[in-house]
């Protein structure tokens, strides 16, 4: 890993954070209208519950970019950096897909491909910064109960 450098380090978790809560802009009008009317499954989670899973999510993403935007040149760098990017954008549009929208079907869909640039993006953080990829570990496992929670109530309306 390079030298600590706290300004890239401030940018990566400010960005990240600031980006993953524009998610939250989109969400939050629909909580109380469109979202609260969908039939959901018994193992749903109380909606309080995601504003601070998904900080703490985004706290984690941020770090790791950090690690990996601060990390030495390697052969999968860009890779893993790429793939991040990748995931990213569509974790930002999987709101918008699934709340603004609300075609619930295509947001499955592309949560599979979240769920897919996650863990391309664990594999190659693994070969450039072993601590970058520990920290997607929980994102990837909260994205895997997401979903079956989005398929469980694709299939249940």
């Given at each position: 890993?390079?030298?600590?450098?706290?300004?890239?380090?401030?940018?990566?978790?400010?960005?990240?954070?600031?980006?993953?809560?524009?998610?939250?802009?989109?969400?939050?009008?629909?909580?109380?209208?469109?979202?609260?009317?969908?039939?959901?499954?018994?193992?749903?989670?109380?909606?309080?519950?995601?504003?601070?899973?998904?900080?703490?999510?985004?706290?984690?993403?941020?770090?790791?970019?950090?690690?990996?935007?601060?990390?030495?040149?390697?052969?999968?760098?860009?890779?893993?950096?790429?793939?991040?990017?990748?995931?990213?954008?569509?974790?930002?549009?999987?709101?918008?897909?699934?709340?603004?929208?609300?075609?619930?079907?295509?947001?499955?869909?592309?949560?599979?491909m979240i769920w897919l640039?996650?863990?391309?993006?664990?594999?190659?953080?693994?070969k450039v910064q072993k601590?970058?990829?520990?920290?997607?570990?929980?994102?990837?496992?909260?994205v895997s109960f997401a979903?079956?929670?989005?398929?469980?109530?694709?299939?249940?309306?």
């Amino acid at each position: 890993m390079g030298k600590f450098n706290g300004l890239k380090l401030l940018i990566s978790v400010i960005v990240i954070l600031a980006l993953g809560s524009a998610g939250g802009l989109v969400t939050a009008p629909q909580i109380k209208t469109w979202y609260v009317l969908l039939q959901k499954p018994v193992f749903n989670p109380p909606n309080y519950l995601f504003a601070p899973v998904w900080t703490f999510l985004y706290l984690s993403m941020g770090v790791s970019f950090y690690l990996l935007w601060n990390s030495k040149k390697s052969n999968y760098k860009q890779y893993a950096i790429s793939a991040f990017v990748i995931q990213f954008i569509l974790n930002i549009a999987w709101s918008f897909i699934f709340f603004y929208l609300h075609h619930v079907g295509w947001a499955l869909a592309e949560i599979l491909m979240i769920w897919l640039f996650i863990l391309l993006t664990i594999v190659y953080a693994f070969k450039v910064q072993k601590w970058a990829a520990w920290l997607l570990i929980p994102y990837l496992a909260w994205v895997s109960f997401a979903t079956i929670l989005n398929a469980a109530i694709y299939i249940i309306n």
